[in-house]
Structure formats: structure tokens, C-alpha cells
């Protein structure tokens, strides 16, 4: 049983304790606070953007608004709107429940429905995920790397004004 399945083992048991604890008890609110950090982590990305996000054209720069969209948000609809997967698949594929990729997905979509429909940016940012391999976004040249093992300059253009993207436990 690796980690993340052990942890998966655990939260169900835990989910029901806190059905137990009546709402508002400060007893469900620690056990809330204790199982968040490591329940998120179980979101599993394979491949990272190759950009920062997207400007519309038509709009003066002074109006442009972002929307963010979170790292797992942008992998829910790669997954399921590029790759074709069902939601069953792609839930299997980020290691995260149906319900939970339901709730990314419908989010990524609103997200980006807002930003075509309103005329702003989409900044890809943030979140809670893990990777099999190391991300890197060169911020001189903005290369995006992935690598097997950590790095400290950018393969492209030598500069080491990297800044690692994805969330990796110490
Ligand atoms: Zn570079």
C-alpha cells in the first residue's frame, strides 16, 4: 500500500467521525484542520501548461481583468475535454475522488466561460497538487521545464531565474 492509498484508507473513517461530531463542535472543526492539508495533496498532474495563460485581444490593457485558474483545474480539462477521458478515467488519473474531479472541472469551465465572456485574462497558478517530476518556469526566456530530478538553471537559455511550479513535500 503506497502513501497516497494509505491515505485514502484513512479518510473515510475520518470522514464519517466528523458526521458523528455534531456541526459547530469545535472537535469536528480540529479534525477538519488536521485531514485538509493531506487530502489535497492527493491531486495527482502529469503535465504542466506550457504557458502562464491567455490575453484577449480587443481589450485596452487598462480594462483586463484575470480569472485564475488553478494547476489542477487547467489538468481536470486537459484531461477530460483534450484527452477524451470519461471522468471516471480522469478522476483515476489525478488519484482524486469523482465528486472532487467533478467539482475541479465544472470550476475550470466556469473560469474560462468568464474570461471569454467578460474579456479577461486567464492566469494558470496555484493549487494543491503533486508531480511525478520536477516543474520549472524559466522567468527569462519562460521556458517551461520538466525534469526527473531538481535543477537550478534553466536548460534553454542557462539563467537561473527558475522558479519551481509544482508542489513538492520537503
Ligand atoms: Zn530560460
Known sequence: MNRSSFYHFLWIPF???????????????????????NRRRFRRINTPPSMEGFKPFGVPMRELESVNLLYEEFEALRLADYEDLT??????????SRPTFT???????????????????IIIQGGTFITD???????????????????T??????????IQLDDKPA
Request: proline fraction near 2%; glycine fraction near 4%.
Open 15 to 37: 470522514n464519517k467521525v466528523i458526521k458523528f461530531v455534531s456541526a459547530g463542535n469545535e472537535w469536528s472543526a480540529v479534525f477538519i484542520f488536521f485531514r485538509m492539508p
Open 87 to 96: 471522468q471516471e478515467e480522469a478522476a483515476q488519473k489525478m488519484n482524486i
Open 103 to 121: 467539482r475541479l472541472y465544472d470550476k475550470a469551465r466556469k473560469n474560462i466561460a468568464k474570461a471569454f465572456v467578460e474579456g479577461k485574462a
Open 133 to 151: 517530476d520536477y516543474w520549472y518556469r524559466c522567468e527569462e526566456c519562460h521556458e517551461t521545464m520538466v525534469t526527473g530530478e531538481p535543477v
Open 153 to 162: 538553471t534553466c536548460k534553454n537559455c542557462d539563467s537561473d531565474n527558475i
